[in-house]
């Protein structure tokens, strides 16, 4: 089976710009959650989707923002990009919620603003 | 609010044991997750607790203590393979639906 995958690997932006970072969860899992990962601060949790609809947020401001398809695949968004965004971005997928049965994390998009 | 400590860095020798400590402060608590990330990996499930007691899983073992908002990553008999950063993470479930809040987590180099 497949693991987590999630696309692109690398990402470098400038202040100001807008990216969207894509996820794609093990099959059959419909729980996708997503973390900012720096190395100060850890795993901060953004939010988690469930069948389409978004079930936790992290404190994160509003230009954080996700959704997920009827596939399960999902997608964040950052938009008007700060310096402060640069990170490495962490998805997991579970069956059921994370917590609720074993999360498996992707490989990550290190994302870095310029 | 909610905090999670652990120490940042730690240092063992091959073969031998450590122990890496964790203590939550959470509004609400729904169980206890290890996890290893190896540099430039994603994070990997180690171990669960949500009861207070010790569990053994080959060479890990973890330990939970609810009253004391406590819980330890035991590693024994120490390889090379272990040097990782581990992390802890306490589950919470506001508004009825978990997530997972994770401590800074703690860097270990193995030593020959």
């Known amino acids: 089976k497949a693991g987590v995958t999630q696309t692109p690997r690398y990402l470098i932006k400038t202040r100001g710009q807008q990216v969207t970072l894509s996820c794609s969860p093990i099959?059959?899992?419909?729980?996708v959650s997503w973390y900012q990962q720096t190395p100060g601060q850890g795993l901060q949790f953004l939010f988690e989707y469930f069948s389409e609809t978004q079930r936790n947020k992290g404190n994160f401001p509003g230009r954080f923002s996700g959704r997920q398809f009827s596939n399960s695949r999902s997608e964040m968004n950052v938009s008007t990009l700060e310096l402060g965004d640069s990170a490495l971005y962490l998805c997991?997928?579970?069956?059921?919620?994370?917590?609720?049965?074993?999360?498996?994390f992707g490989p990550g998009t290190r994302l870095t603003v310029l | 609010g909610q905090n999670i400590d652990q120490p940042t860095e730690m240092t063992a020798t091959e073969g031998a044991i450590v122990q890496i400590n964790c203590t939550y402060q959470t509004s609400g608590f729904n169980g206890l997750f290890w996890y290893q990330q190896h540099a430039g990996e994603a994070p990997t499930f180690l171990s669960y607790n949500v009861l207070d007691g010790l569990e053994e899983k080959g060479r890990f073992s973890s330990f939970l203590s609810r009253s004391k908002g406590y819980s330890y990553l035991l590693l024994k008999e120490l390889q090379m393979k272990d040097s990782a950063s581990y992390l802890c993470a306490v589950r919470d479930n506001p508004g009825g639906y978990n997530k997972l809040i994770f401590g800074a987590g703690t860097r270990l180099a193995v030593h020959p």
């Open positions: 099959s059959g899992h419909r729980s």
């Open positions: 997991a997928s579970s069956v059921t919620g994370p917590g609720t049965d074993t999360q498996y």
